[in-house]
């Protein structure tokens, strides 16, 4: 079992910036690929990016390469994901994910697929609004 818990969401302005973070418990945090996804309002949950359990092979979906940063910090047990330039289609509930892969890798673009995923935080919400 392993237990994520999602900070960091809040209010921002159009062009700000937001740095989300998840501290995991639990099982041993790097077997696990790691990842961020979303959700908006009457729309499907999405893959924005994930990390494998080294914190080196990082994979981004298209629309978000650029504008976010994810990374991981394995003795802290956290996951993080900057994210800048941000612009009121962002709004949404961001959920933190884990996947238990052999030696943590991360597969692509199978990462996207939200069924794959093992555990999921309960999320916090970012508003962008001016």
């Known amino acids: 079992q392993l237990q994520l818990v999602e900070s960091g969401g809040g209010s921002v302005q159009p062009g700000g910036s937001l740095r989300l973070s998840c501290a995991a418990s639990?099982?041993?945090?790097?077997?696990?690929?790691m990842g961020w996804f979303r959700q908006a309002p009457g729309k499907e949950r999405e893959g924005i990016a994930a990390?494998?359990?080294?914190?080196?092979?990082?994979f981004y979906a298209d629309s978000f390469e650029g504008r976010v940063t994810i990374s991981r910090d394995n003795d802290k047990n956290h996951l993080y994901l900057q994210m800048n330039r941000l612009i009121p289609e962002d709004t949404a509930i961001y959920y933190c994910?884990?996947?238990?892969?052999?030696?943590?890798?991360?597969?692509?673009?199978?990462?996207?697929?939200?069924?794959?995923?093992?555990?999921w935080g309960q999320g916090t919400q970012v508003t962008v609004s001016s």
């Open positions: 994910a884990a996947r238990q892969t052999y030696g943590g890798v991360c597969y692509t673009p199978t990462w996207l697929n939200v069924d794959l995923w093992d555990y």
């Open positions: 639990g099982n041993s945090y790097t077997n696990y690929c």
């Open positions: 990390v494998a359990s080294g914190g080196v092979d990082s």
